[in-house]
C-alpha cells in the first residue's frame, strides 16, 4: 500500500493467508464498528475517527504515530484475545483507548515523543527497547499506568509537571522497573495506587548502573517534585545500581522500608535529598523514611530537610539508617519536624533510641550541632535568669528543653529560642510577653504531661516549624494568638483535643498541614501567606471568629463549622462542607467557593460584592437566614432546601449542567433556572420577591403541584424558548407577577389528573399550550398563543364566562382517543401569518 494515505470506513477481513503490505501507508479509520482483522498489522501514521469501537485481531507496529480523535480503539478482539501495540511516534488520545490487561503498549520512539491518553488508562507499558540512542518520553497529560511499567536504559521517561498514577486495585505484581531515566520535575506528582497490593518501584541496571537514573528533583520550595499515593497503603521503592537525585522534593506515603537505597546505588553530588519534606510513614517500630547505604557519594552536607511524623514518634522509628557504607555523610541547615534530627538516626553507633546526644557528630550519620539547654528553675521562675538554665538562656541557637521541675518557667520577657520542648514540665505565657520558636513545638512528649499555658490575651506565639502534642500534653490558649512561620516547604499542625484560640499561617513559601477529626479554634484564622490544609479525612473545623484568607486555604474534604456566638466576616472562603451555627450573623466578604454542602443554622450574609458559589446542596433550616447582599450567586447542587427565612434583593442562579436540580419549599428574590440539558423540578412551593427566568437549554421545569408565587406583586416571570413547563395542580400556573414573557416555542403542558384551571388573563400568553389526560382543563381568564395547541384525550372549557383564545399557529385536537372543546360563547381568533 506504498507511502499514501487510505481512508478505511469498514473493516480489514484478512484472514485467509494474504500479505498486506502497509508498514509505510497512513490510515484513517472513520467508520462505526470496525474489525481490523490481518495478521501483524503494521502501518506509520494511524488517525482513529467515526464512531462505535475499532478492534484489534493482531498485534499492532506503528513505525508512525497513533492520534484516536473519535470513537473508541480497543486491543481486544472480542472474543477473549488481547494486543499488543509497538509505537515510534507520538500518542495522542482525545477521545477513548480500552486497554484491557494481559497486553502491553511499547513506545519505542526514535525520536524524541509525546505521550497524551486524555482518560484512558494504560495496563502495561515499554518505554524503549535497551536498543540505539535515548529517545525522551514527555507526558503531555495526566496519564495512569495499572499494572506493570518498563523504562528501558534508552528511554527518558519525562512527567513534564503532569501527574503519573501507578497502580491499580488488584493483587501483585504491580511493578514499576526503570533501567533509563525516570524524571519527577517541579510540579510532577508520581502517585501510586497501593489499594489491594502495594507498588514496588525497582530502579537498578546492573549492565550498565550509570544509565539508570531516579530524578525528584523541582524547582524550589514551592514547585516541589512529588512522590506520594492515590489510594491507600505505602509504596515500595529501591535503588540499586543506579543513581538517586532528589532536590526541592515532597515524598510522602512510602512503605515501612521507605527509600531503600543500597551500597551499589549513587547518591548524586549536587541533588543529594537537599531541600525537601518526608511525610506520612507508617508510625511504627522499624519504620524508616531513607535507608541510605549508597557507597558512591561526592558531594556535601544534605541541607534543609523536614522529616514529619502525624502522632509523636513510637520508639524504633527512624528518619534515616546507614549502617554499613562510606563516606559518612552530614545533615546540615535546618534540620526539622518530628522526626528530624540526630534522636531518630540510626547508624553504626546508635545503642539506643532515641539515640543519645553524643551520636549527633559521629558514626555515619552526623548532624548540625545540637545545642540545647534544659530548665532547671534552680533559682526561681524568671525565664531571663540564666541560673535557671543548664546552658544559659534560650536564643535562637538553642534548643529550650523544659522538664518537671518545682520552679517552671514563666516569662518575664519576649523570649527565643530554636526548638521548644515541653517534655514533661510547664511554661507560662503572662504580661503581653511572646516567645519565638524558630523551629519545631512540642508540648508533652510521649506520654509525657507537658504544657503550655497562655494566661494573657495579649501573649503570642510564633512556631517556625511543626507543633506537635503528646497524648498526655496539654495547650491552654489564654484568648491569645499562635503564629506559624515556617519556610521550609511544609510543617505539621496536630493539637490534638487542645483547642486554638487565634490561629495565623505566615510563609508563602510553605504548606502548612492542620492534623485532627475535630479541631477547634475559638478565635480567628488567618492566611496572611502560604497555605493552611486540613488534611485528615471527613474532619470538622470549629470556628468561633473571623477566616481571612490572603493566601491559600484547601479546604481537603471536611467540614468548616462557623459557631461563634458574634459577628462572623469570612474573607475570600473555600470550603468543602460548611455549616452555618452559632448566633449573630455569618458575613460573606469576596468571592467564595463552597465544594459540596450548605448548611444555614443561624444567619448567612453576603456583603457586597461578594458572590458565592454553592457547589453542592445548600440547606436554610428553619429559624435560619440566608441574605443574598443583594449580589448575585451561583448553585450547582441537586437540592435547595429553603425551610427558614431568605433576605435581600440579589439573585440566585441554579445552573449545574451535569444532572437535574430540585428545590423544596423556598423564598427568593431573583431566581434564574439555567440547568442546560437538565430538569428543575420543585418539591415545594415558591415564592418569589421579584422576577423568576427560565432560560433556553433548560430540558423541562416540573411545577406539577406545587405553587409559585410573587409575594410583593411586582416582578417579571419569563420562560425562554425551547423550555418544557410541567403543570399536574388544579390551578398551579406562576401567580401575581405583574408581567409575564414565555417565548413562542416554549411549551406549557397540562397533565394533571385532576380538573385544571389554565393560568390566563391579561399579558398572559403561552408559546405551545398541551392538554394532556383525560379530565377538563378550564381557562382561567383570555389566553394568547404564540405556538401550537394540542389536545392529548383532554377537555377544554373556556368557562361560563366565555373567554377567548388568539392562536398563532396550529390547532390539534386529532388524537385517536378525541380530545373535547367546550366553546360556550367564547371566541377563537386565529390570527397567524401563515
Known amino acids: 500500500m506504498a507511502s499514501l494515505s487510505h481512508t478505511i470506513a469498514g473493516n480489514i477481513a484478512n484472514a485467509s493467508g494474504g500479505v498486506l503490505n502497509s508498514s509505510t501507508a497512513n490510515f484513517v479509520f472513520d467508520g462505526g464498528n470496525q474489525d481490523i482483522n490481518t495478521p501483524n498489522f503494521s502501518a506509520n501514521n494511524v488517525t482513529i475517527l467515526g464512531t462505535g469501537t475499532k478492534r484489534l485481531f493482531s498485534n499492532w507496529t506503528l513505525n508512525g504515530s497513533l492520534l484516536i480523535s473519535a470513537s473508541t480503539l480497543n486491543n481486544s478482539d472480542g472474543l477473549g484475545n488481547y494486543y499488543s501495540i509497538s509505537l515510534a511516534g507520538n500518542w495522542t488520545n482525545s477521545s477513548s483507548f480500552s486497554h484491557n490487561d494481559q497486553s502491553f503498549v511499547a513506545f519505542n520512539a526514535t525520536t524524541d515523543v509525546q505521550i497524551d491518553n486524555g482518560t484512558g488508562t494504560f495496563w502495561e507499558t515499554r518505554f524503549g527497547n535497551d536498543a540505539g540512542s535515548t529517545n525522551t518520553y514527555t507526558l503531555t497529560n495526566a496519564t495512569t499506568i495499572r499494572r506493570t511499567a518498563t523504562v528501558n536504559e534508552d528511554a527518558y521517561l519525562f512527567l513534564n509537571g503532569k501527574t503519573l498514577t501507578f497502580g491499580f486495585s488488584t493483587a501483585n505484581p504491580k511493578l514499576f522497573t526503570v533501567k533509563g531515566v525516570l524524571d519527577v520535575n517541579a510540579n510532577a506528582r508520581l502517585l501510586f495506587q497501593n489499594q489491594g497490593s502495594i507498588c514496588s518501584l525497582l530502579v537498578d541496571n546492573a549492565a550498565s548502573p550509570e544509565n539508570a537514573i531516579l530524578r525528584i528533583v523541582g524547582d524550589d520550595a514551592v514547585n516541589v517534585a512529588t512522590i506520594s499515593r492515590s ?237 506537635s502534642r503528646g497524648t498526655n500534653g496539654n495547650f491552654i490558649h489564654g484568648d491569645g494568638t499562635v503564629e506559624f512561620l515556617s519556610s521550609t516547604g511544609s510543617a505539621t499542625i496536630n493539637p490534638l483535643s487542645s483547642n486554638f484560640y487565634n490561629l495565623k499561617v505566615n510563609n508563602v513559601a510553605s504548606i502548612f498541614s492542620l492534623v485532627g477529626t475535630t479541631l477547634n479554634i475559638l478565635g480567628d484564622i488567618e492566611i496572611t501567606a502560604g497555605t493552611l490544609q486540613p488534611t485528615t479525612a471527613s474532619y470538622v473545623l470549629n470556628l468561633g471568629g473571623d477566616f481571612n484568607s490572603q493566601g491559600t486555604f484547601i479546604p481537603g474534604t471536611g467540614t468548616v463549622v462557623l459557631n461563634g456566638n458574634s459577628d462572623q466576616v469570612i474573607t475570600n472562603g473555600r470550603f468543602y462542607n460548611l455549616t452555618v451555627s452559632g448566633s449573630n450573623k455569618k458575613y460573606i466578604t469576596n468571592a467564595c467557593d463552597i465544594t459540596l454542602n450548605t448548611i444555614i443554622n443561624s444567619t448567612l450574609q453576603a456583603s457586597t460584592a461578594s458572590p458565592i458559589t454553592f457547589n453542592g446542596n445548600v440547606t436554610i433550616n428553619a429559624g435560619a437566614t440566608f441574605n443574598d447582599g443583594d449580589e448575585s450567586h451561583i448553585f450547582k447542587g441537586s437540592l435547595w432546601t429553603g425551610t427558614g427565612t431568605y433576605e435581600g434583593n440579589g439573585t440566585i442562579s441554579f445552573n449545574k449542567t451535569n444532572g437535574n436540580q430540585t428545590v423544596t419549599a423556598a423564598t427568593f428574590s431573583n431566581l434564574i433556572v439555567n440547568c442546560t440539558g437538565s430538569v428543575f423540578y420543585l418539591n415545594g412551593s415558591l415564592s418569589i420577591k421579584n422576577s423568576m427566568q427560565v432560560l433556553t437549554g433548560v430540558s423541562r421545569v416540573d411545577i406539577l403541584n406545587y405553587l409559585i408565587s410573587n409575594i410583593t406583586g411586582v416582578g417579571l416571570f419569563t420562560v425562554d424558548n425551547g423550555v418544557t413547563v410541567r403543570i399536574t395542580g388544579a390551578d398551579h400556573f406562576p401567580k401575581n407577577f405583574d408581567s409575564y414573557q414565555i417565548a413562542e416555542t416554549s411549551s406549557f403542558d397540562y397533565r394533571g389528573d385532576v380538573n385544571q384551571i389554565i393560568g390566563g388573563g391579561s399579558g398572559i400568553n403561552y408559546g405551545n399550550l398541551v392538554l394532556t389526560n383525560p379530565n377538563i382543563k378550564t381557562l382561567g381568564g383570555e389566553i394568547e398563543i404564540l405556538g401550537n395547541l394540542t389536545f392529548n384525550t383532554a377537555t377544554l372549557d373556556v368557562s361560563s364566562n366565555n373567554y377567548s383564545i388568539t392562536i398563532a399557529k396550529n390547532w390539534y385536537n386529532d388524537n385517536v382517543t378525541g380530545g373535547i372543546f367546550i366553546p360556550h360563547s367564547g371566541e377563537v381568533i386565529f390570527n397567524g401569518s401563515s
Do not use: M
Not at 544534605?302 to 522509628?317: D, M, Q, R
Not at 528518619?319 to 552530614?330: G, H, M, S, Y
Not at 546540615?332 to 518530628?338: F, L, M
Open 231 to 467: 489510594t491507600a497503603g505505602g509504596q515500595f521503592i529501591s535503588i540499586d545500581n543506579a543513581t538517586i537525585e532528589a532536590q526541592y522534593y515532597a515524598i510522602e506515603y512510602l512503605a515501612n522500608t521507605g527509600i531503600e537505597i543500597s551500597s551499589n546505588a549513587t547518591l548524586h553530588t549536587i541533588n543529594n535529598f537537599s531541600n525537601g519534606t518526608f511525610s506520612n510513614i507508617n508510625n511504627v517500630a522499624g519504620a524508616c523514611y531513607l535507608n541510605l547505604e549508597a557507597s558512591i557519594y561526592a558531594g556535601s552536607d544534605i541541607e534543609n530537610v523536614t522529616f514529619n511524623i502525624s502522632t509523636p514518634p513510637v520508639a524504633g522509628i527512624y528518619n534515616v539508617k546507614r549502617q554499613t557504607a562510606t563516606p559518612n555523610i552530614a545533615f546540615a541547615g535546618v534540620i526539622t519536624g518530628d522526626l528530624g534530627g540526630y534522636k531518630y538516626e540510626k547508624d553504626e553507633l546508635t545503642a539506643t533510641w532515641p539515640a543519645a546526644l553524643v551520636d549527633a557528630n559521629q558514626g555515619k550519620l552526623q548532624w548540625p550541632p545540637i545545642l540545647e539547654t534544659v530548665w532547671t528553675g534552680s533559682i526561681n521562675s524568671d525565664w531571663s535568669n540564666p541560673g535557671n538554665w543548664s546552658n544559659g538562656v534560650p536564643n535562637s541557637g538553642l534548643d529550650a528543653i523544659i522538664p518537671s521541675v518545682v520552679n517552671y518557667p514563666i516569662l518575664d520577657v519576649n523570649a527565643v529560642c530554636k526548638k521548644l520542648r515541653i517534655t514533661s514540665g510547664i511554661l507560662e505565657l503572662v504580661g503581653g510577653f511572646d516567645i519565638i520558636a524558630h523551629e519545631d513545638i512540642n508540648i508533652g512528649e510521649s506520654t509525657s504531661f507537658g504544657k503550655l499555658i497562655v494566661s494573657d490575651n495579649t501573649c503570642k506565639i510564633s512556631c517556625g516549624g511543626s507543633w
